[in-house]
């Protein structure tokens, strides 16, 4: 492979794959609000 | 008294489902052909642009209206105004043709798993597919019907329906999340697999090397705008109705960048998966890397992919059924969702309860595929309405529904705040900006781009009255049909309507 496709290629997975655990993460740090009973339809 | 409409029952499954609605046969053979055409590792920037500039905003607006009328997609635009109604039933519509044929190319993938052991399409995969196992003839209208097809789409529509009949908890976000992980799974093993072959690294070398020329070209830009766009499954109404089962106060803006982000990433991999096995097949076979992947779709998975397993220098078998086998789950659970969204909708409209409501519906879009597809003049039927109705019915509803919802509506802004109210990512003027200049903008270049393309030359050399049914026929047909669907008088719309706004009901 070339020097410019090795880039590419790491620059392409580390912010794809990189955006989606960071996506991951941050809502995992914020769960949904817990709902009152009478919404929770269960 | 109307049923307490269905939840997700965890934030995961939602999650799983929609990005299992998103990741479909798209990314495994569309995706890798429009990157390599757009200029290799340099479409890494249209791509990227496209994604947060009109991907993500619009999976957002969609899961708002969605979760926001908690309704399917006839209703949720009615809730936005009575004469919107249209849109919606114009994306169902659009589902029911779609899912009529897209079930068809999971039965060949079906059937391609088990060719994969023995590998038995022989020397020549291109007669084998177009012979052997289609019985393609000339472009035209039913006239015998392929066993060897009808099948396994018979097998494809009794799991389909068979998931859809234990509804939105117990049937889909379960088989999401089995589907989702095994497809994971599946394809990463393909994926190692690939990567030891020699010449693995010259097919990567081509999908990955920039041709930084290329992103100055117009028309790149309007490919990667239509991958991100056909590619996360907006403008079918899937994500409207996904949305319509969350719950009031779940994350809408973060999931929308998770399902978005979790889409490319697959999409990525599928492209290291299959440049890794096309490098292969070029070093062996001594031709050009784009002369093996040919112009993407259904003649690389199931002509180009069999040429390369059986040229494999050991575990073809296993190679044919990880890659086969892949097809089937993506496929599956975009399948599953294009049917949630007409189930669904009836189900609105009629008040009908959830089994009844899959029979009826499922079994009318199951029938009409096996009564249409596995036939000999199936592949050329599937592939007319597939372009017509993307072209003109997915993107078209898209370009319309953003238009209707950022202009003439000017309904950005509360679907802006209904999103923030629970996002724990805050939208601001930016989204605004993409929706109401920058992806009507792009959508309608695209849609002039592809209608000059249309008109100047016929679509594959097709017969015009074949093209006439089969490609405008469809693509005029589902807007008549939505047109006509949001005419009917209905007495229990705006009963539902005023239901949906009491938050908290029982």
Request: proline content about 4%.
């Amino acid at each position: 492979m070339s020097a410019g496709a090795v880039v590419m290629m790491i620059v392409t997975i580390a912010i794809v794959w990189g955006g989606l655990v960071a996506g991951v993460l941050y809502l995992r740090r914020h769960p949904d609000e817990v709902e009152d009973e009478s919404e929770t339809g269960l | 008294m109307p049923r307490e409409r269905e939840q997700w029952a965890t934030r995961s499954g939602f999650l799983l489902a929609a990005i299992g609605s998103a990741i479909g046969l798209g990314n495994i053979w569309r995706f890798p052909y429009v990157a390599y055409e757009s200029g290799g590792g340099a479409f890494l920037l249209p791509y990227l642009i496209a994604l947060l500039t009109a991907g993500i905003p619009l999976l957002i607006m969609e899961y708002a209206i969605g979760r926001r009328a908690k309704a399917s997609p006839p209703l949720a635009f009615r809730g936005l105004n009575r004469r919107a109604e249209t849109i919606g039933w114009w994306q169902v519509a659009i589902s029911f043709v779609i899912a009529t044929y897209y079930a068809v190319i999971i039965a060949w993938a079906v059937r391609y798993t088990g060719f994969s052991i023995g590998q038995d399409w022989g020397e020549d995969p291109e007669a084998f597919l177009m012979g052997d196992v289609l019985e393609a003839t000339e472009p035209g209208f039913v006239s015998s019907y392929v066993s060897g097809v009808m099948w396994p789409l018979i097998a494809v529509w009794v799991v389909a329906l068979g998931v859809l009949v234990f509804g939105v908890r117990r049937g889909i976000e379960r088989a999401s999340k089995i589907f989702i992980p095994l497809l994971v799974v599946l394809f990463i093993a393909l994926v190692i697999q690939a990567l030891t072959l020699d010449g693995a690294g010259r097919g990567l070398d081509a999908f990955f090397a920039p041709d930084w020329d290329a992103i100055t070209d117009g028309s790149v830009w309007v490919a990667v705008y239509g991958q991100i766009f056909f590619s996360l499954s907006i403008g079918f109404g899937i994500m409207i109705t996904y949305a319509s089962y969350l719950r009031r106060r779940a994350d809408l803006t973060g999931s929308a960048l998770v399902a978005g982000f979790a889409n490319s990433s697959f999409e990525i991999l599928a492209g290291i998966g299959v440049f890794a096995a096309i490098g292969f097949m070029a070093t062996n076979t001594g031709v050009a890397v784009d002369e093996v992947i040919g112009e993407g779709g259904i003649g690389l998975a199931f002509i180009a992919f069999p040429q390369i397993i059986s040229s494999l220098p050991a575990a073809g078998d296993l190679f044919g059924v990880l890659f086969f086998g892949s097809l089937v789950v993506a496929g599956m659970s975009s399948l599953i969702s294009i049917m949630q969204v007409v189930i669904s909708a009836v189900q609105d409209r009629t008040g009908m309860p959830r089994v009844p409501s899959v029979l009826v519906v499922g079994g009318a879009i199951a029938l009409a595929s096996i009564l249409l597809f596995p036939t000999s003049e199936g592949l050329y039927i599937l592939d007319a309405a597939d372009h017509f109705v993307l072209q003109y019915g997915v993107a078209m509803a898209g370009l319309v529904s953003v238009v209707v919802v950022a202009w003439v509506l000017r309904q950005l802004p509360a679907l802006q705040e209904h999103a923030n109210s629970t996002s724990a990512v805050r939208l601001g003027w930016p989204w605004l900006l993409t929706l109401g200049l920058i992806t009507p903008l792009v959508l309608g270049w695209m849609m002039w781009d592809g209608l000059r393309e249309e008109l100047a030359a016929r679509y594959e050399d097709y017969p015009a009255t074949f093209l006439a049914v089969a490609g405008w026929g469809v693509a005029a047909g589902v807007l008549v049909v939505g047109v006509l669907l949001s005419l009917v008088p209905w007495r229990r719309a705006d009963q539902l309507i005023s239901v949906a706004s009491e938050e908290g009901r029982s």
